[in-house]
């Protein structure tokens, strides 16, 4: 087979690939005779239908079969000797004046680019550290504790204040119409909670059991509710019952009823310690291996591969499409949905994606088992139990190969930050967390 590697433009290569029609005959007469034994036809017995009448029936499907193989195969061949990276599917097309007794055929297609990392001393990265304070494990008790909160029906003449529970009935007008979603019955909300929108609660709130207000309500201009965005309601809202809220102590009794083996407050505290500094790690990690990610991505220089590209943006594209069908929808499967609001994450991900190889092989980064084992392990232990959640992420390939890119991507950053100009900065807890108001 005589082949020929031409370099086109940037990653795009042409590869000639030459046949002899001999073996794509041998081949199809083949596949003929085999197909002959099995194949059933109307007046023949099964596997006494003459040779003619199969290769008149399907000699082209079973021609056009071979073909495809034979040129996968040279071309699979020939990559390889060549010693190339091929980029997704080549587009082959057959040549005309082949020589007497071959077929000839164009590959056009791409290879993956070489890759050039920058020197990482230069790099800059600003690490980032927390601590778990005594706020925030004060912070989590509130939290459980409001979890776990009771109610009693306030005085007729109490007020409704921040923390009570409040049934109101409710219903909103725009310029004197009703509008979908603004009325109901028997609707219950905790005030000062956020649940409902700022001029909601503040209407509510120091109302007593049986009263009714009028008051306007504006819809922000990002309001879910597109129909009122916005624009401005009027709305009569009648209290119905005001519930006082009734917090547990933080007590002994409290602590076993959040499973703490001990049973003591000190147990408890130590419990929520333990688990907010597992995910305060877990999260600086996250932010701290994005930023190595982004100085990666400045000091990388390299082509992208269209085809790559083009892979990125349908998984994309089909996520999209799923994330739309699990919101119900109607024919999201159809939804217009250009490739081009796609292509700047897609080409971030390319890119990363074989830097991140290239420093991987170039450094031996890749995961070991201990390093798979020790992270599932990390993964599991803030579970009831820990070592069935060990047996999921093993008895899954997928899974695993999902946690062996992150042990990858967590090798990359540590290597990245022993070489980068490293700056370390404090964060608070409610900063990390999101927290901040």
């Given at each position: 087979?005589?082949?020929?590697?031409?370099?086109?433009?940037?990653?795009?290569?042409?590869?000639?690939?030459?046949?002899?029609?001999?073996?794509?005959?041998?081949?199809?007469?083949?596949?003929?005779?085999?197909?002959a034994?099995?194949?059933?036809?109307?007046?023949?017995?099964?596997?006494?239908?003459?040779?003619?009448?199969?290769?008149?029936?399907?000699?082209?499907?079973?021609?056009?079969?071979?073909?495809?193989?034979?040129?996968?195969?040279?071309?699979?061949?020939?990559a390889?000797?060549?010693?190339?990276?091929?980029?997704?599917?080549?587009?082959?097309?057959?040549?005309?004046?082949?020589?007497?007794?071959?077929?000839?055929?164009?590959?056009?297609?791409?290879?993956?680019?070489?890759?050039?990392?920058?020197?990482?001393?230069?790099?800059?990265?600003?690490?980032?550290?927390?601590?778990?304070?005594?706020?925030?494990?004060?912070?989590?008790?509130?939290?459980?504790?409001?979890?776990?909160?009771?109610?009693?029906?306030?005085?007729?003449?109490?007020?409704?204040?921040?923390?009570?529970?409040?049934?109101?009935?409710?219903?909103?007008?725009?310029?004197?119409?009703?509008?979908?979603?603004?009325?109901?019955?028997?609707?219950?909300?905790?005030?000062?909670?956020?649940?409902?929108?700022?001029?909601?609660?503040?209407?509510?709130?120091?109302m007593?059991?049986?009263?009714?207000?009028?008051?306007?309500?504006?819809?922000?201009e990002d309001?879910?509710?597109?129909?009122?965005?916005?624009?401005?309601?009027?709305?009569?809202?009648?209290?119905k019952?005001?519930?006082?809220?009734?917090?547990?102590?933080?007590?002994?009794?409290f602590?076993?009823?959040?499973?703490?083996?001990?049973?003591?407050?000190?147990?408890?505290?130590?419990?929520?310690?333990?688990?907010?500094?597992?995910?305060?790690?877990?999260?600086?990690?996250?932010?701290?291996?994005?930023?190595?990610?982004?100085?990666?991505?400045?000091?990388?220089?390299?082509?992208?591969?269209?085809?790559?590209?083009?892979?990125?943006?349908?998984?994309?594209?089909?996520?999209?499409?799923?994330?739309?069908?699990?919101?119900?929808?109607?024919?999201?499967?159809?939804?217009?949905?250009?490739?081009?609001?796609?292509?700047?994450?897609?080409?971030?991900?390319?890119?990363?994606?074989?830097?991140?190889?290239?420093?991987?092989?170039?450094?031996?980064?890749?995961?070991?088992?201990?390093?798979?084992?020790?992270?599932?392990?990390?993964?599991?232990?803030?579970?009831?139990?820990?070592?069935?959640?060990?047996?999921?992420?093993?008895?899954?390939?997928q899974?695993?190969?999902?946690?062996?890119?992150?042990?990858?991507?967590?090798?990359?950053?540590?290597?990245?930050?022993?070489?980068a100009?490293?700056?370390d900065?404090?964060?608070?807890?409610?900063?990390?967390?999101?927290?901040?108001?």
């Open positions: 087979m005589a082949v020929t590697v031409e370099t086109l433009e940037k990653l795009e290569r042409k590869i000639t690939l030459s046949l002899p029609l001999t073996t794509i005959q041998t081949e199809v007469d083949a596949r003929l005779k085999r197909l034994r099995t194949v059933k036809m109307d007046g023949f017995r099964p596997g006494k239908v003459p040779l003619s009448v199969v290769a008149q029936r399907y000699g082209y499907s079973v021609q056009y079969e071979v073909l495809n193989d034979k040129v996968g195969e040279a071309f699979a061949q020939a390889n000797e060549a010693q190339l990276r091929v980029a997704g599917q080549p587009r082959i097309t057959e040549k005309e004046g082949a020589p007497e007794g071959q077929v000839t055929f164009d590959a056009v297609f791409e290879v993956f680019p070489e890759v050039k990392i920058a020197d990482l001393s230069d790099a800059e990265v600003e690490r980032l550290s927390a601590e778990v304070d005594e706020a925030a494990i004060e912070k989590t008790l509130d939290i459980l504790r409001k979890q776990r909160r009771t109610f009693a029906q306030r005085a007729q003449t109490a007020p409704a204040e921040d923390g009570d529970r409040v049934t109101v009935d409710f219903e909103g007008k725009i310029d004197g119409e009703p509008f979908q979603g603004g009325k109901a019955e028997d609707f219950q909300f905790l005030v000062g909670e956020g649940q409902m929108l700022k001029e909601f609660e503040d209407a509510v709130r120091g007593k059991a049986g009263e009714s207000k009028t008051f306007p309500l504006a819809f922000p309001y879910h509710g597109k129909d009122v965005a916005g624009k401005t309601a009027d709305f009569l809202v009648t209290l019952k005001i519930e006082a809220a009734n917090l547990p102590e933080v007590n002994e009794q602590a076993k009823t959040l499973g703490i083996a001990d049973g003591t407050v000190e147990g408890l505290r130590a419990d929520i310690k333990k688990n907010l500094e597992r995910e305060v790690k877990f999260r600086l990690m996250a932010r701290n291996k994005q930023a190595v990610m982004d100085a990666l991505v400045a000091k990388a220089e390299l082509d992208l591969p269209n085809a790559a590209i083009q892979a990125e943006i349908a998984r994309l594209l089909e996520g999209a499409r799923a994330d739309l069908k699990q919101r119900g929808i109607k024919d999201a499967d159809k939804a217009e949905i250009p490739d081009d609001i796609f292509r700047p994450q897609a080409e971030r991900r390319v890119r990363l994606g074989l830097v991140l190889a290239e420093l991987v092989r170039a450094n031996a980064l890749q995961a070991t088992p201990e390093q798979l084992k020790a992270h599932i392990d990390e993964l599991a232990a803030s579970y009831e139990k820990p070592e069935d959640v060990v047996r999921w992420y093993f008895g899954d390939r899974r695993l190969a999902e946690v062996e890119a992150v042990v990858v991507e967590n090798n990359v950053t540590s290597f990245v930050l022993g070489k100009k490293v700056t900065k404090a964060v608070s807890f409610e900063e990390l967390m999101g927290q901040q108001g």
